[in-house]
C-alpha cells in the first residue's frame, strides 16, 4: 500500500549527489541514513517543514538549518492556532 502515496504526492524528488551530500551531513548530525536522506529530499525542494511522529528526528531538527521539523500536532498548532 506504500505505492499509494504517488496519488497524493504533489512533487517526485529525483535522487541527485545534492541530495546524497546533504544526507551524508545529516547522518554525521545523528540522523539515521534514510531519515537523513528524506530530510535532505526535503530541504532540496525547499521545504518550510518536515512533518514527523519520530521524537529523534525532531530532536535533531533543531540542529538542521532552512527547515522546521515538527510532529503533524504541533503542525496543526503552529498553522491554524
Do not use: Q
Amino acid at each position: 500500500m506504500i505505492w499509494k502515496w504517488r496519488e497524493s504526492a504533489i512533487i517526485n524528488v529525483r535522487y541527485n549527489s545534492t541530495i546524497f551530500e546533504g544526507a551524508k551531513y545529516l547522518s554525521r548530525l545523528g540522523l539515521r541514513d534514510k531519515d537523513a536522506l528524506h530530510v535532505s529530499c526535503a530541504l532540496s525542494e525547499k521545504s518550510k517543514y518536515f512533518l514527523t511522529t519520530d521524537d529523534k528526528i525532531i530532536k535533531k531538527g533543531k540542529f538542521i538549518e532552512n527547515i522546521i521539523i515538527l510532529n503533524p500536532i504541533e503542525f496543526v498548532r503552529e498553522i491554524y492556532l
